[in-house]
């Protein structure tokens, strides 16, 4: 589970250019709905169609910040463990 998100989190800025493609892209399904609603009802197809697009584009772009933040915690956390071990193990 570790190599997981240690992968998924190993490059942020594409994981930040993943979620504000994906945003964008709500954005732009989100007006063809809205032009649906009030013009053609035709417009709200492709929009739905781009919305499920945009959703999966903009989850997979936060899944990969999430996962470089935690991968931060879990470094962070690893070194404290191996301070405290070699601060114990000096102690004796």
Known sequence: MRRLIY?????????LRFFLCGLAL???????????????AWLQLPGLLLLALALGVAGYGYLGIFAN????????RDSAKAAAKEAFEDEK
């Open 7 to 15: 992968r998924l989190g190993s490059h942020p800025k594409r994981s």
């Open 26 to 40: 709500f954005a732009l399904s989100a007006t063809l709905i809205v032009l649906g609603y009030f013009y053609q």
């Open 69 to 76: 933040r935690f991968s931060q915690v879990l470094s962070a």
